[in-house]
Each structure stands twice: as structure tokens, then as C-alpha cells.
């Protein structure tokens, strides 16, 4: 049963329109506000205040932000192995290995020899993002 | 289960498997979300953009691990976005900037009335001025139109202390703005 002082609670919290209430409390609200002479000028005192919030709109999405965001997005993951394929069997994948570390030991030479390395390096590991997913999964948002 | 929710799981499953289609719909439909949100709890734009930009590198780093549950995924990027607002915050005040940007003169308001314009930047002012937890309660609750368990569950606060948050930003808002018509 909503009584006056959980009506004048309510409204001081979510503001003058009910259907912004929490669901469990919107029905006796309604009822009491059908029944109760008072109950109507509890809403319109704070429907000025909601008109001010309501009138401040969202920011207009940047779209050189949106492109930007999705080009960072992950790759399809793209399936190289097929059985019977001749093209990475055995030899082929020895090749492409021996390949790899040669012009890895090249690239990384030249790249430690280039003293910005050193803040490319420094910069990637000091940000720590952990601490953020810690928080969530304390709050158990990310449980299965 | 809501059409929301089950709308945002296939979006991260597609997300996950590197679906252009699905990232391109998951961004559109949620940065202008992670926008507002952090735009109203730093009270900066272009520190805004930085934020949502960072709540979607974290999306791409664990789309992959999420697990769909009775959690949303639309929750977990709000916690996102807001511990990277309070980093900021708490960077602000560390270099002594403890008054958030774009503040602007609250004095009374022209005879004529206000603009749209100009009531969104009184707004936006008062909102500024408001302590981080109760400006934080009224954004998630009034403009992410997150449900109050959700939104205390998100503040890590019962739901009567949201509600006592929310009245008390409400009514230092009411009176920063007392002079508008």
C-alpha cells in the first residue's frame, strides 16, 4: 500500500512522472494518486525540474569517432588450416618458420636500436586496465 | 529476459567471432550511450569521446570471454566507462583541478527566457557542481534510464541509498536552477 511519505519519497527521487518509477511501485502509485486530492501537486513540483533535465539532449555522436572505433575492432578470425591441403603441409610450414625468425631477428634488431623503442615499450606497460575488470567482477557483473 | 539484452548478446557474439555487420551495428548502437554518459559525469566532451573510445577497447579485448548470464553486457560497459570517469576525476583533483570544465556563469537568466541551448548548459553547470556519487545516481537513474536495482547493484549501494542520492541531487539541482523559468 503506498502511503503519502513513500509517495513524496518516490517522487523526490525519480521525479514527477511515474511511469520513470521503479515498475514493483507504479500501480499503487497510480491508484493513490487517483485517490488522494494532494497527490497531484507532489508531481507537478518536481515536473519543472524534470522539464530541465529532459530539455538537456544527449551529444550528438562524433562519426569520424564511430569509424575510428570500428576500424579498431577485431579481425574475422580467418581459417588457414584445411586437412589435405597442400599448401601448409609439413615442408611449407618448416619454410614459412625459418622464414619467420630471419626477418623477425632483422625487425627487432633495427627496432632496439631505435631509441623510441624504449617509450613505445614503456608506454605500453604502464597502463594497467585490470584494476577496471577486477571491479566488475567483484560486482559479479561478468558471472556466468 | 529483455529484447535489449537478448539484442546486445547476439550483438557481442558477433562481436566476438570479428563480425563486421555486428561491430558496426554494436558501436552505433552504443557509443552515443557511453558519449552521454561520461559527456554528464566529466562535464568535458572531448574527455568524453576519450572514454567511450576506451569502454570499446576493453569491449574488443573481452567480447570474446564474455559469458551471457543474468549480468547485461550494457551494464558491464556503464562500469567500464565509470571507473575510467573517476580516474579522470581523481586525476583532476591530484593536480589540484578540483572544478570540473565548461562551468559557466549561473547567474540569472535573460528576461526573454532561455534557449534549449542555453538550458542544456545551465544544466550541464548545475549537474557539474553536484558531489560525483549523486550526479553519478541521477545519470545512470534520469538519463541512462538504467532501473534502480541495476543502478544500485552498478553503484555497489542498496537501493534506498540510490534513492537518498537521488533526492538529494535533485534538490541541489532544483536549487542551482531556482532562478530559471
Request: aromatic residues 6%; contains cysteine.
Amino acid at each position: 500500500m503506498m502511503t503519502s511519505e513513500r509517495f513524496q519519497e518516490l517522487a523526490g527521487a525519480y521525479g514527477g512522472d511515474i511511469r520513470r518509477w521503479p515498475g514493483a511501485e507504479r500501480v499503487t502509485a497510480q491508484a493513490y494518486l487517483a485517490a488522494t486530492p494532494g497527490a497531484r501537486a507532489v508531481l507537478d513540483a518536481e515536473a519543472q525540474l524534470d522539464a530541465f533535465l529532459g530539455a538537456s539532449g544527449d551529444p550528438r555522436t562524433n562519426d569520424l569517432l564511430l569509424e575510428r572505433i570500428v576500424r579498431q575492432a577485431p579481425r574475422p578470425t580467418l581459417v588457414m588450416w584445411r586437412r589435405g591441403s597442400a599448401w601448409m603441409s609439413g615442408a611449407g610450414l618448416a619454410a614459412a618458420c625459418v622464414l619467420g625468425i630471419m626477418v623477425g631477428a632483422n625487425v627487432s634488431a633495427g627496432f632496439l636500436e631505435d631509441p623510441a623503442a624504449d617509450t613505445v615499450v614503456e608506454a605500453s606497460t604502464a597502463f594497467d586496465g585490470t584494476d577496471y575488470f577486477d571491479d566488475v567482477d567483484a560486482l559479479g557483473e561478468n558471472a556466468g | 529476459m529483455s529484447l535489449i539484452q537478448d539484442t546486445d548478446e547476439v550483438l557481442v557474439a558477433g562481436v566476438a567471432r570479428g563480425d563486421p555487420a555486428s561491430v558496426r551495428a554494436f558501436v552505433t548502437a552504443k557509443l552515443p550511450r557511453m558519449t552521454a554518459l561520461a559527456a554528464r559525469m566529466l562535464g568535458n566532451a572531448a574527455e568524453a569521446e576519450d572514454v567511450a573510445q576506451e569502454v570499446f577497447v576493453r569491449v574488443w579485448k573481452h567480447a570474446a570471454s564474455w559469458r551471457p548470464g543474468p549480468a547485461k553486457f550494457d551494464t558491464w560497459m556503464h562500469r567500464v566507462a565509470l571507473n575510467l570517469c573517476y580516474d579522470r576525476l581523481r586525476k583532476r583533483r591530484e593536480i589540484g583541478m578540483d572544478v570540473l570544465p565548461e562551468r559557466v556563469d549561473e547567474g540569472p537568466a535573460p528576461d526573454a527566457g532561455l534557449l534549449a541551448r542555453d538550458v542544456t548548459v545551465r544544466v550541464q553547470a548545475a549537474l557539474n557542481g553536484l558531489p560525483d556519487r549523486q550526479r553519478e545516481a541521477l545519470v545512470l537513474v534520469h538519463y541512462q534510464e538504467l532501473g534502480n536495482i541495476a543502478a544500485a547493484n552498478l553503484m555497489d549501494v542498496s537501493v534506498e541509498a540510490l534513492e537518498s542520492l537521488l533526492s538529494r541531487g535533485r534538490r541541489a539541482l532544483r536549487e542551482s536552477l531556482k532562478d530559471m523559468k
